[in-house]
Nanobody
Framework: QVQLVESGGGLVQAGGSLRLSCVSS????????LGWFRQAPGKEREFVAG????????FYADSVQGRSTVSRDNAKNTVYLQMNSLKPEDTAIYYC????????????????????WGQGTQVTVSS
């Protein structure tokens, strides 16, 4: 019943920027940790970024560290992923995910720890 809907993906040239958004219908949104994952063709799903329930703790994969910023607006039930200096290897379907259990959490990089997932938004970076 809980739905997460991503948006903001598209085609961008290398070096460009995108801001992905994800809106959740869950009443527990403001009290749960969130994550961003991506999956390229032929590759496994990988962690991109995570954010604690209040937004005070942020986590990033090494591949996007320094180029990305994850944030959230609990009043809008929305989590964002700002991506700058995009590279062709960033091309993938990007998914947002929400944990079921509220409050404190630490294993942000483990996809199995998230209960709810969006349908994904395609990001394509051309050279």
């Amino acid at each position: 019943q809980v739905q997460l809907v991503e948006s903001g993906g598209g085609l961008v040239q290398a070096g460009g920027s995108l801001r992905l958004s994800c809106v959740s219908s869950a009443r527990t949104f403001s009290s749960t940790a969130l994550g961003w994952f991506r999956q390229a063709p032929g590759k496994e799903r990988e962690f991109v970024a995570g954010i604690s329930w209040r937004g005070r703790s942020l986590f990033y994969a090494d591949s996007v560290q320094g180029r990305s910023t994850v944030s959230r607006d609990n009043a809008k039930n929305t989590v964002y992923l700002q991506m700058n200096s995009l590279k062709p290897e960033d091309t993938a379907i990007y998914y947002c995910a929400q944990r079921e259990r509220p409050w404190e959490f630490s294993d942000y990089r483990n996809a199995l720890e998230y209960k709810y997932w969006g349908q994904g938004t395609q990001v394509t970076v051309s050279s």
